[in-house]
């Protein structure tokens, strides 16, 4: 199926791993469509979301089949996972992919499975928030659980990864603070009994924002790029706290100038990310999510992040999860969404046409590359 912008291959700089167990139902396919964990928003809702009903059709046409979701949902089923993902992601033109692989890992491929399926190479995230939920259990003290996390991320540094990435804006938000020892004993205390009764969720903002703290510290020295997550997501964050200007502190702090800061989804707070990657070297951002969420809203989203940040500051991925049909899908948006961002751009005198392509090069592909040290073909 022919895409604008089809010939330029999609660097996918933030996704995630495919479920292990893909789905059984309908209604379980459907709910890989939105954020909402609601029955009424799956069952009702999502059907009419704009999102989807595109999705429907578009995957329709690529199986072949009638544009409903049911057909739509046999035709997947009906293929065995290996041979839909090679199908998906040739035909997505996605170069290679950063797979944050901390998201439900339980559920998800590890590396080398996922690695099996795909027909591109795959790069490793580390998301920090999962790793101190792993090791907080093991600690004794709060010092203690800081040499293991620090250590931690050290060893996957030196094992090819290739950017940190944190998720705290959906946990305690991004107004970073600092905490004394005693603070922080104390909250490690609390989180490990409540671990203890089963909870495993890391939500405590002391440690949040020490060990996010600690490291960046390790990104610094280590040269190593942090996604960091922003505006709309999971849906139980404080949205106002995922403003990205909050982290302004961190962004001013000579000690993190060497460490590239991409900010993740962004939307509603698009212009504020522009502003930020607009002015300081080390902040770039990406509109994943955003794009295709957003359904028609993703080209003027697109738009007026280009008005503020230079193109060479923004970078192209899908947020896929779980299935590959939100890598095919994702991909599409993300190529149609800088088509028709530099279409009427361009209609209003400022990206002429001659100079609308190496925009869409670096957008889709360019730009992660020289960021991450993604040589073609490796
Ligand atoms: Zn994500």
């Known amino acids: 199926m022919s895409t604008p912008l089809g010939e330029i291959p999609l660097l996918d700089q933030h996704a995630h791993s495919l479920l292990r167990a893909q789905p059984a139902t309908l209604r379980e396919f459907r709910a890989c469509f939105t954020e909402s964990e609601a029955g009424e928003i799956i ?27 049911d057909a739509v949902f046999e035709a997947r089923r009906a293929r065995p996972l290996d041979r839909l993902t090679r199908e998906m992601f040739a035909d997505a033109a996605i170069a290679a992919v950063l797979v944050d692989l901390g998201l439900r890992a339980d559920a998800h491929f590890d590396l080398e499975s996922l690695r099996r399926l795909l027909p591109c190479p795959a790069f490793p995230v580390l998301r920090l928030e999962t790793l101190a939920e792993r090791l907080l259990p093991e600690a004794s003290t709060w010092r203690d659980l800081e040499d293991r996390f620090t250590a931690e991320v050290e060893t996957a540094a030196n094992g090819g990864l290739r950017a940190l990435k944190s998720i705290i804006a959906y946990r305690t938000g991004l107004a970073l603070e600092r905490w004394d020892g005693g603070a922080l004993e104390r909250a490690f205390r609390e989180t490990r009994d409540v671990f203890r009764r089963g909870r495993r969720r890391l939500e405590s903002k002391p440690l949040l924002d020490a060990l996010v703290g600690r490291a960046l510290w390790v990104a610094a ?13 999971d849906h139980d964050l404080d949205l106002r706290l995922a403003n990205p200007v909050w982290l302004r502190p961190i962004l001013e702090d000579p000690a993190l100038r060497g460490v590239s800061f991409v900010l993740l989804h962004c939307h509603p707070y698009v212009h504020e990310a522009a502003w930020l990657a607009a002015v300081y070297p080390h902040v770039y951002l990406d509109l994943s999510l955003t794009v295709p969420f957003l359904a028609h809203g993703a080209a003027e989203a697109l738009a007026d992040a280009l008005a503020m940040a230079p193109v060479t500051k923004i970078l192209g991925a899908t947020d896929a999860f779980s299935i590959p049909e939100l890598f095919w899908l994702g991909a599409r948006h993300a190529r149609e969404a800088v088509h028709a961002a530099t279409e009427s751009i361009g209609a209003r005198g400022f990206l002429p046409a001659a100079e609308r392509r190496d925009a869409a090069r670096l957008v889709l592909h360019d730009n992660a590359a020289a960021l991450y040290g993604i040589v073609p073909d490796g």
Do not use: K, M, N
């Open 43 to 69: 069952d009702r809702h999502v059907p009419w979301s704009l999102f989807y009903r595109r999705a429907i059709r578009d995957l329709a046409d690529f199986f072949g089949c009638a544009p409903d979701e």
């Open 221 to 233: 020295r280590r040269r190593l790029p942090v996604q960091i997550h922003t505006g709309f997501g």
